[in-house]
């Protein structure tokens, strides 16, 4: 009873919304990015971590998005601890939003004819936004702008994938907490902690969290780019419905947190920009006179 309701579910979405509030933290900046003029950020330990840096080598790639992702994971999980008065407002909305999805599912599920045909077509479409399309167009990104030597695409390759890991572990963490069984199992359709893998939507988050990192990267130079991908990106999450692999408000809900993860990680790159770029140098140190030897390191800003 309490399942059909949809009163557990509500409590599930509110702590799932909860956790990607630093996704979208309210401040005063727009989406064009800080005025490096005015902006007068606080050093953290991002600055640390090449960025932008050189992302050409492995090396030094491999610990950018390590880094970057370890720290991303610490903001995203302990978000509902530092809750500020302007998230509030964002938190309640998607919270009564997805709530009265919820309230409304079985009902909803059946607005399609949810024919053979229908969900067929659903589950073809629905692989757009699988992360086994969207890893190789993030690498196709980063590989055209290192072989053109064209800045924006490979700092979008290397983001997209930061944005993309962060949206893979936040909802493999979550579909098992949920535990909702998916709208085309054969019994305990839509209940909450029953073992499921419905809640949220993984297509959803992926496909939302790319489509607004590249969104956010390029509209300011054209308003097509945002239009694509918000259209593309919308295109799977009305595709699983009608596969009838998830319910309207894991679709939502997922939709949701990965359009601010991506806007996230881009506000997050904007802000560190504009501390210039930290280099680390090692170098052995050495004093005869008091038999001692270690090893130096140096931190060095390049703007």
Avoid at 72 to 94: A, C, H, L, N, V
Avoid at 134 to 140: Q, T, W
Avoid at 241 to 253: F, L, T
Avoid at 269 to 291: F, T, Y
């Amino acid at each position: 009873m309490w399942n059909r309701l949809g009163l557990k579910g509500s409590a599930i979405s509110a702590l799932c919304i909860a956790l990607t509030m630093p996704a979208f933290a309210d401040d005063d900046r727009d989406d064009n990015g800080p005025d490096p003029q005015e902006a007068k950020p606080l050093l953290d330990s991002r600055d640390q971590v090449f960025y932008p840096g050189d992302t050409e080598r492995i090396k030094p790639l491999s610990r950018k998005l390590f880094s970057n992702i370890l720290m991303d994971q610490k903001e995203i999980w302990t978000s509902p601890f530092r809750m500020s008065r302007g998230d509030r407002k964002y938190w309640i909305g998607f919270t009564a939003a997805t709530a009265a999805l919820i309230a409304t599912d079985n009902d909803s599920s059946t607005i399609f004819r949810n024919s053979n045909g229908q969900i067929a077509w659903g589950n073809r479409v629905s692989k757009i936004g699988a992360s086994w399309t969207l890893i190789p167009l993030v690498a196709g990104f980063y590989g055209y702008g290192v072989l053109k030597n064209e800045p924006k695409p490979r700092e979008v390759g290397v983001l997209g994938a930061e944005a993309l890991l962060d949206s893979l572990i936040v909802v493999e963490v979550l579909k098992p907490i949920a535990g909702r069984v998916r709208p085309d199992a054969t019994s305990d359709k839509g209940h909450f902690f029953s073992g499921g893998d419905a809640f949220p939507s993984g297509h959803a988050i992926e496909s939302w969290s790319l489509a607004s990192l590249v969104a956010h990267e390029y509209g300011r130079r054209t308003i097509y780019v945002p239009i694509v991908a918000y259209s593309l990106a919308s295109v799977v999450s009305v595709a699983r419905y009608a596969a009838q692999r998830h319910y309207a408000s894991d679709i939502v809900a997922g939709g949701a947190m990965g359009w601010f993860i991506g806007r996230y990680v881009y506000k997050t790159h904007q802000d560190h920009l504009i501390h210039g770029n930290w280099q680390s140098q090692v170098a052995p140190l050495v004093r005869p006179s008091e038999r001692s030897f270690g090893v130096t390191i140096t931190f060095a800003q390049q703007h």
